[in-house]
């Protein structure tokens, strides 16, 4: 499965270890893909923009701080949408529960 993370912290490059060794293709996005060689080559993963993990994914995993997570979606804008019209997409958060 192609699998998008935005972020790359303690949780993003934990999952995302995991989710390499399980044998899925991912794509980190974050601010600063340049310093995520290092990672990306040690999973055989590739980096860019959130955007650009968003365009590439099947599942999109968001991996920040809850307080940078509504600019990190505002920053990934309409690509979130489904990609299939046989579904009506509804954005939730945690203060939605």
């Known amino acids: 499965m192609k699998i998008g993370i935005i972020g ?3 949780i993003g490059g934990t999952v ?14 974050t601010r600063h893909p340049e310093q995520l060689a290092p990672l990306a080559a040690e999973l055989g993963a590739s ?22 997570s509504a600019r ?8 979130l ?3 299939s019209t046989t579904r009506e997409w509804v954005p939730r958060t945690c203060a939605a529960r």
């Open 47 to 68: 980096a860019g923009t959130p955007e650009e993990a968003v365009a590439f994914a099947e599942v999109v995993l968001l991996a920040v701080p809850l307080k940078r």
């Open 16 to 29: 995302g270890r995991l989710w390499s060794k399980a044998g899925h293709q991912l794509r980190f996005g």
């Open 81 to 83: 949408a489904p990609r």
């Open 8 to 10: 790359a912290g303690k």
């Open 72 to 79: 990190s979606l505002t920053a990934s804008g309409s690509s």
